[in-house]
């Protein structure tokens, strides 16, 4: 056999990349899938953006991520978008159709392998309250959306960006969607199976935020997730278990918008055990 020294290339864009820890997982995927495959943080102020997608294509790379700030100027670039990208409104991840980019978000799809795999619930029929609006929420909500929850309440402080949302999803799902203002504790309702806490409160440094909501009313088999992934055990996780709740974190929803990524680049299964040691590990 022949020998080939030519390495297939993925990587992610954004500013800042460094801290970064995707690339650990999917090196670490690729390894054990026996690919030679690298992924390469790199970082692109926006004014180069358009310059960088030219790379992109003459690199031949098999596919990107997109993180702050190019998630939704990416798609200005692409030759298609795929229809739960568009309705979220950004792409977090770009495969190839031979010559063609294509679109896609892996956001919401990696939060609902993580409900139905680690959490073991069915999201068809749920009753669904979503904290926040923005581009967390929007993914996890669509893809709940189209895997058929029965309702979704999405709470947000500012009246707009949460009007907004709700009027996209009204406009491309058949779910059941409602908005409230945020003001003061809300209280989690008692019909609810799946509370998303889809803001940044808890997030690093901010270990010790609590997002204002009472879980008193809560049934004993709520699942209460986080997308909040550093650090893994919210503030709001810990009291959920408190209170006997199932949980889910923001950890399995990352590993899983990876391995998601990893398929659609590479067309075989993600090894998620060996992504997920090495996610823990960085
Ligand atoms: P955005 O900036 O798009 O949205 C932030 C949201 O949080 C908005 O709804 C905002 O409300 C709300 N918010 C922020 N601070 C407060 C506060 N003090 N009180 C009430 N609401 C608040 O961020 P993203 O959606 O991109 O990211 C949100 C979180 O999701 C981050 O922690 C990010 O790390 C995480 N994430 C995790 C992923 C994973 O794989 N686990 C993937 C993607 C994101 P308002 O509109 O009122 O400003």
Redesign the pocket.
Known sequence: MSANYQAELVGVLGRPVAENPTGVMQEAAFAAAGLNWRYLNIEVPPERLADAMIGVRAFGMRGINLTIPHKVAVMQHLDEIAPDARVIGAVNTVRRDGERLIGENT?GK?FLRGVRQDAGVDPAGARVVIL??????RAVATELALAGAAQITVI???AA?GEGMVADLRANTPTAVRFEV?RGVYRVPADTDILVQ????G?YPDVEGMPPVDLSAAPAHMLVSD???NPPETRLLAAARACGLPTLD?LS??VY?GAIGFEMWTGEKAPEAVMKRALAEA
């Not at 926040?132 to 929420?137: I, K």
């Not at 889809?198 to 409160?201: F, G, K, L, P, Y």
């Open positions: 956001d990696g926040g609006a923005g581009g967390a929420a947000n402080r500012t960006r945020w889809a803001t940044s409160i997030l997308v909040v992934f923001g929803m990352l918008q």
